[in-house]
């Protein structure tokens, strides 16, 4: 009687290790196969930042030492810098590996200073989308600033539009919000001798009818958001998503990566999280078949002896 209940017993144990090494195989596969699909999916990041101070007042600035990091951290985990002159065809022919492409708002003092050690230091043209009309004057690049980094930098320059502000709201006030725009970027490719095709959307405001006056009013090509997302070959062309640094005031370095979540970009951090969720599920499915095999081994000699047990008793 009491082999018999060791019999159940033992069968039970092998039958919930095989169901559940079953599981774990499968989730470990399944996990493994769609973490690597994820890794090695092609990324287009364009990465959006504003002012760069030395002492940071609000979210959107950020320290030179921390746009450095940014960067050297992108580049150990094998991003490759895209020129801007070449984004339109990646977008249009399709791209491979991992890619990031840096773009500036607005053209403030410290965004010059960063702009040029970007590219003396790591040989990166940065996008930089200038206002027609700043808030504050004295914050922003001069004339000549700006055609120093074209020049110099090979700054690839673009548009953030006439007036800082939203341009839902110009509608609603009827400004003729592609006739300026258009206006704007004209005289923004005459005064640097250069086409302008790209613009920003200032506070990352649009709409329908914003993207209509800019495709039927202006010689606009692409449109730039604030909308956190990686961009392929089926991004609309009036709203391409842009990693915006929003790191607030935190000085720890430490806390970095929570602070800006394109580092690394979600699908790739996803796909290392599942690559290690398979190893761990394989390990215990490993464990588990041990275990099985333990079990398997004890049910047979059990049998053996409950044969033995049933022939004496016949005798």
């Not at 009687?1 to 919930?16: A, D, I």
């Amino acid at each position: 009687m009491t082999e018999n209940r060791s019999l159940k017993k033992l069968k039970f144990k092998l039958l919930l290790s095989v169901f559940l090494i079953i599981i774990l195989f499968s989730v470990s596969i399944s996990s493994f196969c769609y973490g690597y699909k994820l890794i090695k999916e092609p990324i287009l990041a364009v990465l959006l930042f504003h002012d760069v101070v030395e002492k940071p007042k609000d979210p959107w600035e950020i320290t030179p030492q921390k746009l450095e990091y940014y960067i050297e951290k992108l580049l150990a985990l094998k991003y490759k810098p895209v020129d801007p002159n070449n984004f339109e065809n990646l977008l249009t022919q399709g791209f491979e590996g991992k890619n990031f492409m840096i773009t500036f708002d607005d053209g403030t003092k410290g965004e010059y200073a960063a702009i040029e050690n970007i590219y003396k230091k790591y040989g990166i043209k940065v996008a930089l989308f200038l206002v027609g009309r700043p808030v504050i004057v004295e914050e922003h690049m001069t004339e000549n600033e700006i055609s120093k980094l074209k020049t110099q930098c090979e700054t690839f320059l673009c548009l953030h539009a006439k007036y800082h502000s939203k341009y839902t709201e110009q509608l609603q006030q009827k400004i003729d919000l592609g006739k300026i725009t258009e206006e704007t970027r004209l005289y923004f490719g005459k005064v640097y001798n250069t086409n302008i095709k790209w613009l920003s959307y200032p506070f990352g405001d649009y709409n329908k009818e914003v993207i209509n006056e800019l495709k039927n009013k202006t010689a606009i090509t692409h449109a730039f958001t604030i909308i956190s997302g990686n961009v392929n070959k089926e991004t609309d062309k009036f709203e391409i998503n842009r990693y915006m640094y929003m790191g607030g005031l935190n000085q720890n370095y430490e806390d970095l990566d929570l602070n800006l979540s394109l580092i690394p970009p979600e699908s790739d951090s996803n796909g290392k999280f599942l690559i290690t969720l398979s190893v761990m599920a394989l390990l215990f499915g490993l464990s588990r078949l041990f275990l099985a095999w333990k079990y398997y081994k004890a049910l047979a000699m059990l049998k053996i002896e409950d044969i033995k047990m049933n022939k004496q008793n016949d005798l």
